[in-house]
């Protein structure tokens, strides 16, 4: 085994992962050595897979992407509050004493992508969240946090959205309303899409009312996973409409600030994926 710091990403499937690069790209940056690998790991065999590499290959840290998010969390031996409150991980940590750390970096991310790389200022706007499911309670506590003035939750089953709602506990300013009646619940100035549809090839079917002038509409994923709500937004005359890619690059700083305590310029980074990832 090399006797460099050892990373990885692990998910099911992996071979598209950016990761490798952009925390190679830190790297460089920094002038930090370290090994990154993608691993593809089977759900049956991931924690064992995990196991493995943080006992027996001197691995350090893992980022966790899709669909290991949940049992990331569920396997390490402590958590952090943003994890906790997300019920998922996408950072996996090594502690002194070889116990495993999980934490979640995605909501954070989106944040600063929205209001440092975009430029929104989020206090005081009416935002929907669409969604549910692991990737809109990692998200939903940040915008609160930012200032979001209102945040609305809709989710396909409405159980989930009640349950995330409750759990934020601040019925004044977060509450949910159905699916069905997206159309008569008026506009908003920032749309989040966290559903897995576009991951999973599926149409989100919306009503073209849900976006007001001002409106930035931004999609958790990127690529062509993100097409058609961003393909929406702009038809609806959202006035933003960005996916996710900058949130990526983020939450990869955020780890990697974690594990190298300095944290690189994200800019390069992100502008040189804008030109590779379609
Ligand atoms: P992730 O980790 O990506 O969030 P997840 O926890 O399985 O994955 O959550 C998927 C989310 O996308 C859920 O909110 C799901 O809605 P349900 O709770 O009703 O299943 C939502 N979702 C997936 N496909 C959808 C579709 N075609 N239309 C609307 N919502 C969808």
Redesign the pocket.
Known sequence: MSQLLQFAVFGHPIAHSQSPRIHQAFAQQLGIALDYRAIDAAPDVFAQTVRHFFQHEQGRGANVT?PH?AAAFALADERTQAATRAG?ANVLTRLADGRLSAHNTDGDALVRDLTERHDLDLRGHDALLL??????RAVAWSLCEAGVQTLTIV???PE?ADALADAIGQPARVHTRY?EDLASIGSFDLIVN????G??G?A?SLPMSLAGSRAACYDLAYGKSAFAFLAWARAAGARYAYDGLGMLVEQAADAFELWHGRRPDTEPVYQSLLLQVA
């Open positions: 899709l998010k998922t969604g549910a499911g692991g990737a809109a989710n396909r089953s989930a699916w966290a559903t897995s549809a991951t999973l599926q989100l």
